[in-house]
C-alpha cells in the first residue's frame, strides 16, 4: 500500500483546493477540434507532455492509470531533483481526459497536481494544470516564494509544448 506525503488525496479532483497549500490553476489554449482534443489526451496520458517539457520520466513507465508509479526528474548541468509520485485518479471522456499525481515521501513538496485536457461547445481545447502544495524539504522551505513562481513556469511550460506537440505552433 502506497502512504502518499498528504491526507487530502483526490483534491484536485474537485473544485475548492483544500486549505494550508498553495493553489496553481493554470489553462492554456491548444487549439481546436476533436483531432487536437485527442492527440492532447494521448500526448498528456503516455507522458509525451512531460518529456517534451524537459522532465525526465524512465522509459517502460506505462501510460498514467491510478497507481502507477512514477518518478519525475527535473535535471539542470549537476542538479538532479527526483519526486516520486503516483497516480491518484485519471479522466478520459468525450470532453476531459487526464490525470494527477500525489507526492510520496522524498517529494521536494507534498501536495497533488494534476493536468486535464478539455474541448467545449465551440471546441476549444485547452490544458488545465491544478496543483496544490507545500514544501517537504529543507531546500523547498528554503527557496521560499520561488517554488510557487517555479512551478506557475513550470505549468506554462507544459502548455506551450502540448500547444507545440498537437498543433505545431508555440
Do not use: K
Not at 19 to 38: I, K, P, Q, S, W
Not at 68 to 90: F, K, M, S, Y
Amino acid at each position: 500500500m502506497t502512504t502518499f506525503s498528504y491526507p487530502e488525496v483526490g483534491a484536485t479532483r474537485q473544485h475548492r483546493l483544500p486549505d494550508g497549500y498553495h493553489h496553481l490553476r493554470e489553462t492554456t489554449h491548444l487549439g481546436r477540434g476533436r483531432a487536437v482534443f485527442e492527440a492532447a489526451a494521448d500526448a498528456v496520458l503516455d507522458w509525451t507532455m512531460h518529456r517534451a517539457a524537459g522532465v525526465r520520466i524512465a522509459t517502460g513507465t506505462p501510460p498514467a492509470a491510478p497507481g502507477v508509479a512514477v518518478t519525475p526528474v527535473l535535471a539542470r548541468g549537476p542538479l538532479r531533483i527526483a519526486a516520486p509520485c503516483e497516480v491518484v485518479w485519471t479522466v478520459r471522456d468525450e470532453r476531459r481526459a487526464g490525470f494527477a499525481y500525489g507526492t510520496l515521501r522524498g517529494h521536494p513538496e507534498c501536495g497533488e497536481e494534476s493536468f486535464v485536457v478539455t474541448i467545449d461547445g465551440a471546441e476549444d481545447v485547452r490544458l488545465t494544470v491544478t496543483a496544490f502544495s507545500r514544501p517537504a524539504r529543507w531546500y523547498t522551505r528554503a527557496a521560499g516564494p520561488l517554488v510557487p513562481l517555479f512551478q506557475r513556469a513550470y505549468a506554462r511550460n507544459c502548455g506551450r509544448v502540448l500547444r507545440r506537440t498537437v498543433c505545431g505552433s508555440a
